[in-house]
């Protein structure tokens, strides 16, 4: 432990360090990409709103809500899909405490999503009732 109570070492700044922490992050998110189905159907969902909303013609702060609720949901995704990796770390095994863990984690990504559905439904609402 050093002097900030953490066993992170104090480097030095430097521009190059930071890309690669960066990189780091992308690497992260790619995985969760490659290997999480229900990352899929985010980003399905993702990729489908956000043509809706081009095609719609969005108003920024229309936009602005769009953003806040597929972050949320992807927040949520990549914290869930690092509580597992960790879970399964601490305890490869069946553990009660484990099952609590990650159901819980999972809970916090189906509550983001039903906060992103009912905003997306509550933004996109003024603009269906226009088109019909
Ligand atoms: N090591 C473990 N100990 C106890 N319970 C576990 C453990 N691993 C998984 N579980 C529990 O078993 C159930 C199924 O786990 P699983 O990871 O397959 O969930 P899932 O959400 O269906 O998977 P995925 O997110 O990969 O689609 C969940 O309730 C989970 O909490």
Same mark, same amino acid.
């Given at each position: 432990?050093? @002097?900030?109570?953490?066993?992170?070492?104090?480097?030095?700044?430097?521009?190059?360090?930071?890309?690669?922490?960066?990189?780091?992050?992308?690497?992260?998110?790619?995985?969760?990409?490659?290997?999480?189905?229900?990352? &899929?159907?985010?980003?399905?969902?993702?990729?489908?709103?956000?043509?809706?909303?081009?095609?719609?013609?969005?108003?920024?702060?229309? &936009?602005? &809500?769009?953003?806040?609720?597929?972050?949320?949901? &992807?927040?949520? @995704?990549?914290?869930?899909?690092?509580? @597992?990796?960790?879970?399964?770390?601490?305890?490869?095994?069946?553990? @009660?405490?484990?099952?609590?863990?990650?159901?819980?984690?999972?809970?916090?990504?189906?509550?983001?999503?039903?906060?992103?559905?009912?905003?997306?439904?509550?933004?996109?609402?003024?603009?269906?009732?226009?088109?019909?």
């Amino acid at each position: 432990m050093n @002097e900030t109570g953490t066993t992170a070492t104090r480097k030095k700044f430097t521009v190059a360090a930071r890309l690669k922490s960066f990189s780091y992050a992308m690497q992260g998110i790619g995985f969760v990409l490659r290997t999480q189905h229900n990352a &899929w159907l985010h980003l399905l969902a993702t990729l489908g709103v956000i043509m809706l909303a081009l095609f719609l013609g969005f108003t920024p702060d229309d &936009w602005r &809500w769009l953003v806040v609720a597929m972050a949320i949901v &992807w927040f949520a @995704e990549t914290i869930n899909t690092a509580m @597992e990796y960790l879970c399964d770390v601490v305890s490869p095994h069946y553990a @009660e405490a484990v099952k609590r863990a990650k159901d819980i984690a999972a809970g916090a990504v189906l509550i983001s999503a039903v906060a992103a559905l009912v905003v997306g439904v509550l933004t996109f609402l003024p603009y269906l009732k226009q088109v019909s």
